[in-house]
């Protein structure tokens, strides 16, 4: 069965730390998100992409980063770890346009 | 700039009772979605509303769109305690961009 795969489901760093959580699918879907979820705030969307070498700012970008350079993987990198990330990290992928999300497990990050 | 904003945050019930979570957003949106969100798990789709009037019904789950009151509401239906969850609704906007409502939390007590 085709599933979307979030590695790894628990991590804790350190302030300062570069942090990049992948993000796999096959679903073969070309579009993938990445949310974060806080607790009172729902998922807050925090970069997309259409397809390969494709990818767009969220609501909440700053101090994230993503790279597409296959279907598949949508890695999402935090460049310098803040407290303020900590956070659930949610990817999703979709067929196309109006069409339901898939959700991962999600990806726990606490920042120290 | 869609926002969605869920009533209430929290809602503890009996088993056996009814009640509906409402869904308001602010701008157009293509899309409401629902999904259901158990403790420490991912989130699953329940139902996508496509148009105005639009009713979607699973098990003791129902769900209208009125596009004219921006609003949405997930009525339940004689509840049962393994529909305890958080219960989020999401709006579409241009680009297949979906934007959250905060969430219900539902807990059925016996």
């Known amino acids: 069965d085709a599933e979307i795969t979030q590695s790894p489901r628990h991590k804790i760093t350190e302030t300062g730390r570069q942090v990049t959580l992948a993000c796999h699918q096959t679903?073969?879907?070309?579009?993938m998100f990445w949310y974060r979820q806080d607790l009172g705030h729902g998922l807050r969307l925090i970069h997309y992409?259409?397809?390969?070498?494709?990818?767009n700012k969220g609501e909440v970008s700053d101090g994230y980063s993503v790279s597409r350079s296959n279907t598949e993987d949508l890695p999402l990198t935090l460049e310098s770890a803040a407290s303020s990330q900590t956070s659930v990290y949610f990817c999703?992928?979709?067929?196309?346009?109006?069409?339901?999300?898939?959700f991962g497990d999600g990806t726990r990050l606490s920042i120290l | 700039e869609l926002k969605v904003e869920q009533n209430p945050l929290f809602l503890s019930m009996q088993e056996g009772k009814n009640y509906t979570i409402y869904c308001n957003y602010s701008?157009?949106?293509?899309?409401l979605y629902w999904y259901r969100q158990d403790p420490g798990k991912s989130l699953e789709s329940l139902f996508v509303?496509?148009?105005?009037?639009a009713v979607k019904q699973e098990g003791r789950l129902m769900a209208s769109l009125d596009t004219k009151a921006r609003l949405s509401t997930l009525h339940i239906t004689a509840a049962v305690h393994d529909l305890s969850a958080t219960y989020f609704c999401a709006g579409l906007s241009a680009g297949n961009m979906l934007t959250f409502g905060g969430g219900t939390r539902l807990m059925v007590k016996p």
């Open positions: 679903w073969n879907h070309n579009n």
């Open positions: 509303l496509l148009s105005n009037g």
């Open positions: 992409s259409y397809g390969v070498q494709d990818t």
């Open positions: 999703a992928s979709s067929e196309g346009e109006y069409q339901p999300q898939h």
């Open positions: 701008t157009t949106s293509d899309r």
